[in-house]
């Protein structure tokens, strides 16, 4: 009985200690969002077939270096400030797109790092949710340019949730699956 108390114990306090690392986005993600990110690989692998067909050898190059990348720890990387950005879409209407630089840009609004793409005709707003040592959990809206921007849950035609990750000294990326448009699998990748 002792044995059974003390095992129900565990699992009662290991529960709470899983809460309290991801709290605060079980509350704002989405059904639809956590679905998504539950077929992660899914996206991916289903991404990597439809962009086989591309003819663009420099935009296969530089989808499968994105999805090469090694995860780098987070710690003592500072987000904040002004980023060079461009989107890779991959699978999908066009199979493989790989967009020029825009602007983008990182401010921290004292509840965490927050991201606006601030050039281009597609944009995003959102927030980032630590996940582990080496990766976040992005949660944004997208919208058109001239537009104005909606709150993360809005509905599914906006919003946005993805996998950022460390890249280099002063690059990382967000991968996005099974996005609302034109693609399967997407990269905006971002460096200084």
């Known amino acids: ?35 998504r990110l539950e077929r992660f690989d899914e996206a991916r692998d289903k991404a990597i077939e439809e962009a ?21 720890p987070l710690a003592d990387f500072d987000l904040t400030g002004e980023w060079k950005c461009r989107t890779i879409k991959a699978g999908g209407l066009a199979e493989l797109v790989v967009y020029g630089w825009f602007d ?14 601030l050039t281009g005709s597609q944009r995003t707003v959102g927030r980032f949710f630590t996940e582990s040592d080496t990766r976040m959990t992005y949660l944004g809206s997208s919208f058109v340019a ?8 809005a509905g599914p035609q906006s919003d946005q949730v993805g996998y950022a990750i460390r890249t280099d000294e002063a690059a990382w990326q967000i991968a996005f699956p099974f996005p609302h448009t034109e693609s399967t ?8």
């Open 146 to 153: 001239g537009d104005t921007a909606t709150q993360y849950g």
């Open 52 to 72: 086989a067909g591309s003819a663009d050898a420099d935009a296969t190059a530089t989808f499968l270096a994105a999805l090469d990348a090694d995860a780098l």
């Open 1 to 35: 009985m002792h044995h059974r108390l003390s095992l129900a114990l565990f699992f009662f306090s290991a529960s709470l200690s899983c809460a309290y690392a991801t709290g605060e986005i079980l509350s704002i993600i989405t059904d639809a969002d956590s679905d």
């Open 104 to 117: 983008c840009r990182v401010t921290d609004d004292g509840s965490g790092w927050r991201l606006e793409k």
């Open 185 to 192: 699998f997407d990269i905006l990748q971002l460096r200084r």
